[in-house]
T-cell receptor
Framework: AQRVTQPEKLLSVFKGAPVELKCNYS??????LFWYVQYSRQRLQLLLR??SRESIKGFTADLNKGETSFHLKKPFAQEEDSAMYYC???????????FGKGTKLSVKP | DGGITQSPKYLFRKEGQNVTLSCEQN?????MYWYRQDPGQGLRLIYY???????QKGDIAEGYSVSREKKESFPLTVTSAQKNPTAFYLC???????????FGQGTRLTVV
């Protein structure tokens, strides 16, 4: 079965602390994974995708096929990082995305 | 101003009535999608369309219908058969099935 699991509903950290948002997936083929972010009162937007291997706003994510994970990391969290984060898996040739249930990140001052 | 537009932002309907949510894009994207977002559930795919005049059911299509008569428009009808229609509905589009999806700002539907 194709599935994306984000085990944490809420993650609360202090400003300057490292943050890791967990994402595990189940997919029989070669996965294409994404992180989307939804800031308060803004639309859902792409943060990063694993094939680009880039760092956006200090966030990185590495695809680990052995552990079927795509965790999102940032070494020093900022208050403006507070948002809802969704991990997503592209469903083969259909192109549509399967989303995890999301993790709300709260960065305290 | 380019992008993907959903209207209205808030919608109220009485139980038993059908209601249509609008989604328009001027990005010249071939693919369009409808998702439903519920607290604690993430986003779930309702319907998607990879090209005009064609669409497929997603994971939770029951009680919904769509049309794709024009490339730029992908309206979603929530019918009276949908048991729990109150939700936040998100429309998205992408150039094709392999590219980034762009999302609208959503429509919050409340059925009373």
């Amino acid at each position: 079965a194709q599935r994306v699991t984000q085990p944490e509903k809420l993650l609360s950290v202090f400003k300057g602390a490292p943050v890791e948002l967990k994402c595990n997936y189940s997919y029989s083929g070669s996965p294409e994974l994404f992180w989307y972010v939804q800031y308060s009162r803004q639309r859902l937007q792409l943060l990063l995708r694993h094939i680009s291997r880039e760092s956006i706003k200090g966030f990185t994510a590495d695809l680990n096929k052995g552990e079927t994970s795509f965790h999102l990391k940032k070494p020093f969290a900022q208050e403006e990082d507070s948002a809802m984060y969704y991990c997503a898996l592209r469903r083969g040739s259909q192109g549509n995305l399967i989303f995890g249930k999301g993790t709300k990140l709260s960065v305290k001052p | 101003d380019g992008g993907i537009t959903q209207s209205p932002k808030y919608l109220f309907r009485k139980e038993g009535q059908n209601v249509t949510l609008s989604c328009e894009q001027n990005l010249n994207h071939d693919a369009m999608y409808w998702y439903r977002q519920d607290p604690g559930q993430g986003l779930r795919l309702i319907y998607y369309s990879q090209i005009v005049n064609d669409f497929q059911k997603g994971d939770i299509a029951e009680g919904y219908s769509v049309s794709r008569e024009k490339k730029e428009s992908f309206p979603l009808t929530v019918t009276s058969a949908q048991k729990n229609p109150t939700a936040f509905y998100l429309c998205a589009s992408s150039l094709n099935s392999n590219t980034e999806a762009f999302f609208g700002q959503g429509t919050r539907l409340t059925v009373v």
